[in-house]
């Protein structure tokens, strides 16, 4: 398994622009996270979904921020409209109910808003 | 989840043994102690876990005391490669991932091999 694949690495945009990151889970995991990396906060959890169904969106920042899980094999997160202070490394994971080795982390996107 | 209490920062010589501490005194029955660890620019990456007993894998050692009190992680003979930010996290590790089971990151220790 290539592991949990997040597009893009990089994204560089102008405030206000509407901006979609992409993550891929492992094939099976039935959970899904999405995290947002700053060095003021540190690692901060979102959202997350099982089987596709978001379960706890409380740290999703404000409604500009959204999130979809289609299917078992496909996750965005979008910000309309970007904001500066949106800035930050967003990382997706994925893991299995059941599975004692916690969750396995994409490389993450970063997310640059100018 | 209960809090954990790591030092901000740690250096190891390589090639000698990197001990990592962790302060968890609040910790449930049911919580496990999982280390991950994150190397600048990557996603976190999982290391060990262990809930009383000490474990190892290819990876790390995990001693636990026995009141779980706190822990210690364990790389046997440190590289440059394990320079990273490493976290202790408490959590549930059985059923459904609740509030008390997801993954929660404090602040962690950031470990520098010196050459």
């Known amino acids: 398994d290539a592991g949990v694949i997040q597009s893009p690495r990089h994204e560089v945009t102008e405030m206000g622009q509407e901006v979609t990151l992409r993550c891929k889970p492992i094939?099976?995991?039935?959970?899904l996270f999405w995290y947002r990396q700053t060095m003021m906060r540190g690692l901060e959890l979102l959202i997350y979904f099982n089987n596709n169904v978001p379960i706890d969106d409380s740290g999703m920042p404000e409604d500009r921020f959204s999130a979809k899980m289609p299917n078992a094999s496909f996750s965005t997160l979008k910000i309309q409209p970007s904001e500066p202070r949106d800035s930050a490394v967003y990382f997706c994971?994925?893991?299995?109910?059941?599975?004692?080795?916690?969750?396995?982390f994409g490389s993450g996107t970063r997310l640059t808003v100018v | 989840d209960a809090k954990t209490t790591q030092p901000p920062s740690m250096d190891c010589a390589e090639g000698r043994a990197a001990n990592l501490p962790c302060n968890h005194s609040t910790i449930s029955g049911n919580e496990y102690v999982y280390w991950y660890r994150q190397i600048h620019s990557q996603g976190p990456q999982y290391i060990i876990h262990?809930?009383?007993n000490n474990e190892t894998n290819e990876m790390a050692s995990l001693i636990i005391t026995e009141d779980r009190k706190s822990s210690t992680l364990i790389l046997p003979h440190a590289t440059l490669r394990d320079t990273a930010v490493y976290y202790c996290?408490?959590?549930?590790?059985?059923?459904?991932?609740?509030?008390?089971?997801?993954?929660?990151f404090g602040e962690g220790t950031q470990l520098t091999v010196n050459p």
């Open positions: 994971a994925s893991s299995l109910r059941v599975s004692n080795y916690g969750y396995t």
């Open positions: 996290i408490v959590r549930v590790a059985e059923g459904p991932i609740t509030s008390g089971s997801r993954l929660t």
């Open positions: 094939s099976g995991h039935d959970y």
């Open positions: 262990g809930l009383k």
